[in-house]
């Protein structure tokens, strides 16, 4: 197991460049299914969780591959088996993004259920109902979803939760549907928008994504695409802060800020200078940050997969902040490694009260999940010392070449074999 080494206070200077989005390659990479033939996607992230997705459609008979770098061919030409095996699956949830796709294209899918996660028990009730509205079968098996459907109709679907991949998944069904679905209370994340776009250039006919009421007219068929993926948007605002917290200046390029409206919003209320160029973002601080409260909530507001590194950047800023996690039930799991590193956090309920204004010290401590990684990379950045992250897998899911790219900012940063 490797671990990652870092010696702090040294603040960040220079470029850095967003790679594509984990959550858009992920569903979009399932959207391929839909059709026959050769697709091209271009700024595809080269991480763990696209070349397990890779993977699980080579089992389902797509032919993956990385022509370029950062360009992915899928052929989905061959014959296709609708089979989700529990190995891949457990790997990583988004694997479910083939529910829809394989029920779609082939009127039936075996997918192993996703068991919970460390931030949740993340259940995907709401994709089975959806499915179930535009006339699936669906029945669960020795841990297996079995979803049948000769052809799916389209229908009216209300979520009760704006869920990300449920929107997506019912989408991608409903693309091939026969007649119109309407989804109600559908997540309005810029990844659904950006998956609407490609299936709409696949010839699907989609409107409204990006709100809560998304239409699909179902389509004959739907043809390959070639399409570059919009930047991630989660990896540009942990460079922000990862500047913020070292007293940094840095240059983010190939990053949409649109895409981070509240989460700029609440760093400018800290104290964060962020400035939208031509040349990229410039990012700066103008001496002491001042604490501010955040509440996660679906898109447009304050991205759950923010909180974490939020949280690391307000042991750092002056007074009091209150961080309060509404989407994921199990999210404070960064606290008590920051802890370790002298924050003074005090967990009540679903709020953490962070009270900042002094340094950490450096520590070993343990990743848990992507983002809490994240957020325990930042603190190393900040902390006085060496701090030492173990299980550092965690970050490879979702951040393309992040010590390579930490180190080229001048940050203290190395990768090195180490204890589990
Ligand atoms: C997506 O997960 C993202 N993953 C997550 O990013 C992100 O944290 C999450 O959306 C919220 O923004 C991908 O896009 C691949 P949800 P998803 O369904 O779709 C409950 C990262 O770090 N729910 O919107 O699984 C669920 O339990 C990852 O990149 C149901 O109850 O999230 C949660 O409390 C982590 N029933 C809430 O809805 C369902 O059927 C939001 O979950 C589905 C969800």
Same mark, same amino acid.
């Given at each position: 197991?490797?671990?990652?080494?870092?010696?702090?206070?040294?603040?960040?200077?220079?470029?850095?460049?967003?790679?594509?989005?984990?959550?858009?390659?992920? =569903?979009?990479?399932?959207? %391929? &299914?839909?059709?026959?033939?050769?697709?091209? &996607?271009?700024?595809?992230?080269?991480?763990?969780?696209?070349?397990?997705?890779?993977?699980?459609?080579?089992?389902?008979?797509?032919?993956?591959?990385?022509?370029? +770098?950062?360009?992915?061919?899928?052929?989905?030409?061959?014959?296709?088996?609708?089979?989700? *095996?529990?190995?891949?699956?457990?790997?990583?949830?988004?694997?479910?993004?083939?529910?829809?796709?394989?029920? /779609?294209?082939?009127?039936?899918?075996?997918?192993? &259920?996703?068991?919970?996660?460390?931030?949740?028990?993340? *259940?995907?009730?709401?994709?089975?109902?959806?499915?179930?509205?535009?006339?699936?079968?669906?029945?669960?098996?020795?841990?297996?979803?079995?979803?049948?459907?000769?052809?799916?109709?389209?229908?009216?679907? !209300?979520?009760?939760?704006?869920?990300?991949?449920?929107?997506?998944?019912?989408?991608?069904? /409903?693309?091939?549907?026969?007649?119109?679905?309407?989804?109600?209370?559908?997540?309005?994340?810029?990844?659904?928008?950006?998956?609407?776009? !490609?299936?709409?250039?696949?010839?699907?006919?989609?409107?409204?994504?990006?709100?809560?009421?998304?239409?699909?007219?179902?389509?004959?068929?739907?043809? =390959?695409?070639?399409?570059?993926?919009?930047?991630?948007?989660?990896?540009?605002?942990?460079?922000?802060?990862?500047?913020?917290?070292?007293?940094?200046?840095?240059?983010?390029?190939?990053?949409?800020?649109?895409?981070?409206? !509240?989460?700029?919003?609440?760093?400018?209320?800290?104290?964060?200078?962020?400035?939208?160029?031509?040349?990229?973002? +410039?990012?700066?601080?103008?001496?002491?940050?001042?604490?501010?409260?955040?509440? %996660?909530?679906?898109? =447009?507001?304050? *991205?759950?997969?923010?909180?974490?590194?939020?949280?690391?950047?307000?042991? +750092?800023?002056?007074?009091?902040?209150?961080?309060?996690?509404?989407?994921?039930?199990?999210?404070?799991?960064?606290?008590?490694?920051?802890?370790?590193?002298?924050?003074?956090? !005090?967990?009540?309920?679903?709020?953490?009260?962070?009270?900042?204004?002094?340094? &950490?010290?450096?520590?070993?401590?343990?990743?848990?999940?992507?983002?809490?990684?994240?957020?325990?990379?930042?603190?190393?950045?900040?902390?006085?010392?060496?701090?030492?992250?173990?299980?550092?897998?965690?970050?490879?899911?979702?951040?393309?070449?992040?010590?390579?790219?930490?180190?080229?900012?001048?940050?203290?940063?190395?990768?090195? =074999?180490?204890?589990?």
């Amino acid at each position: 197991m490797e671990v990652i080494e870092i010696e702090g206070g040294v603040p960040l200077k220079g470029t850095v460049y967003i790679s594509g989005a984990k959550n858009a390659a992920l =569903p979009i990479m399932a959207a %391929t &299914l839909l059709t026959e033939g050769k697709s091209i &996607l271009r700024n595809v992230p080269e991480l763990k969780d696209v070349k397990t997705k890779a993977e699980l459609l080579e089992i389902i008979g797509a032919r993956v591959n990385f022509i370029a +770098k950062n360009t992915l061919e899928v052929d989905t030409s061959g014959p296709i088996e609708p089979f989700a *095996p529990y190995n891949l699956v457990k790997q990583m949830r988004a694997s479910i993004l083939v529910l829809g796709p394989l029920l /779609a294209r082939r009127g039936v899918a075996r997918v192993s &259920l996703p068991g919970g996660c460390a931030i949740g028990a993340r *259940p995907v009730d709401l994709h089975l109902r959806g499915l179930e509205r535009l006339g699936a079968k669906i029945s669960l098996e020795k841990g297996y979803i079995v979803a049948k459907a000769s052809k799916l109709t389209g229908n009216e679907i !209300v979520l009760d939760i704006p869920t990300v991949t449920g929107t997506e998944n019912l989408m991608m069904a /409903a693309a091939l549907a026969k007649g119109r679905t309407v989804i109600v209370n559908a997540a309005r994340e810029p990844e659904v928008e950006e998956l609407a776009r !490609v299936l709409n250039k696949m010839g699907a006919n989609i409107s409204g994504a990006g709100t809560n009421i998304i239409i699909v007219e179902g389509a004959k068929e739907l043809v =390959p695409v070639d399409h570059s993926i919009i930047p991630d948007r989660i990896e540009t605002g942990t460079f922000i802060i990862a500047s913020a917290i070292t007293d940094g200046e840095i240059i983010i390029k190939n990053a949409e800020l649109s895409h981070l409206a !509240v989460v700029v919003e609440k760093l400018r209320q800290s104290g964060v200078v962020i400035e939208n160029r031509k040349d990229g973002i +410039k990012v700066s601080t103008d001496g002491k940050l001042k604490s501010v409260d955040i509440t %996660t909530a679906p898109y =447009p507001g304050f *991205p759950t997969d923010m909180q974490a590194q939020f949280m690391t950047l307000m042991c +750092k800023a002056e007074g009091r902040s209150v961080v309060t996690e509404t989407v994921f039930e199990n999210r404070f799991m960064h606290v008590s490694e920051l802890k370790r590193m002298g924050a003074d956090i !005090v967990i009540n309920g679903r709020s953490a009260i962070v009270t900042g204004g002094r340094k &950490l010290q450096g520590a070993t401590v343990m990743a848990t999940d992507l983002r809490a990684s994240a957020s325990l990379v930042l603190a190393g950045l900040f902390a006085e010392g060496i701090t030492e992250i173990r299980r550092v897998y965690h970050l490879d899911r979702g951040y393309e070449r992040f010590v390579e790219k930490l180190k080229s900012l001048g940050a203290n940063i190395k990768r090195r =074999p180490g204890e589990l």
